[in-house]
């Protein structure tokens, strides 16, 4: 497994998200993910999995420290009281005493966003949380954050795949020494039937898939956290580290189109 280090902190380049899955299902994934070697498990309040994900850690044959996970702030937990109190009660389901990586989930703009911050910062002083970051943020909001927080925002965690362009966040990541977190890398299932991403994978002898989450690796300041349920799909997706694209390879997988991302998005969500 590689790493990215941001502010001198190492990060599994790829870990498991864990957004959709619920109840036996999802403690068996992330069971399954942390026999097979991955070392970051992402999760959230609003995913109501995290009962789950607290069970699948603490039985795996795999020391808590090792193992870098990531929960969220709901919505509506953005006062101060709310913030604490909700953080304290994803450690009990989490079954952990603290989390490595708290993010603010999405922009809410009728919240204090420095009110929010200021308590994150008491529960990384306190020690419930490592590091803070955000999700769903532009440049904006983003540099707002790092300009409130007393810790440092490690993370910006935002859909980013070859169809959708986070060219002017990602500058800005790698100039700030922030980590881009890159959710739905495969474009919600439209990566993988893509003919230059297959195109590409043939070269290595790797899937469409491989080459997408290749492709994001191999960008500096990125990360990615792909969501399987599949032990095959769990194993593929971590055999990205043993080949490199060239330069005009990467060019060409990316491909910003907002069309395809929008069909990708809501062919997944159909119920035939």
């Known amino acids: 497994m590689e790493h990215v280090t941001i502010q001198g902190v190492s990060v599994p ?3 498991l998200g864990t ?11 992330v069971s399954t993910a942390l026999d097979l070697g991955y070392r970051r498990i992402d999760t959230a ?9 607290g069970a699948a850690i603490d039985t795996a044959d795999v020391d808590r420290e090792d193992v870098f996970l990531t929960t969220k702030l709901d919505a509506g937990n953005r006062d101060r009281d709310s913030v604490l109190d909700s953080a304290r009660e994803s450690l009990d ?4 005493e603290y989390v490595d990586l708290l993010l603010i989930h999405q922009p809410n703009p009728v919240a204090d966003l420095s009110e929010t911050l200021d308590a994150m910062d008491e529960l990384v002083n306190d020690g419930a949380v490592e590091h803070i970051g955000v999700s769903n943020f532009g440049v904006e909001r983003l540099h707002a954050a790092r300009e409130h927080a ?6 910006d965690q935002v859909q980013y795949h070859p169809f959708w362009d986070q060219t002017t966040l990602l500058d800005y990541c790698q100039i700030n020494d922030v ?8 474009a919600h299932g439209g990566a993988v039937d893509d003919d230059v991403l297959r195109d590409v994978g043939a070269r290595y002898g790797k899937t469409p898939a ?5 492709w994001l690796v191999q960008q500096e300041n990125v990360s990615t956290i792909p969501k399987s349920t599949s032990p095959a799909h ?8 043993d080949f490199e694209l060239t330069d005009a390879e990467m060019d060409a997988i990316a491909r910003p189109s907002l069309s395809r991302t929008a069909s990708s998005f809501l062919r997944q969500r159909l119920p035939f």
């Not at 007393?150 to 993370?155: H, K, S």
């Not at 769990?234 to 580290?241: P, R």
């Open 19 to 29: 957004w959709r899955m619920t109840g036996p299902t999802c403690r068996r994934a």
């Open 93 to 96: 389901k989490l079954r952990t």
């Open 234 to 241: 769990l194993e593929a997706n971590l055999q990205v580290f």
């Open 179 to 186: 980590m881009l977190t890159a959710y739905s890398p495969l």
């Open 150 to 155: 007393d810790a440092p925002i490690l993370a």
């Open 45 to 53: 309040q609003a995913y109501g999995n995290e009962r789950e994900v």
């Open 210 to 214: 491989q080459v997408a989450l290749r």
């Open 13 to 15: 380049a790829i870990g």
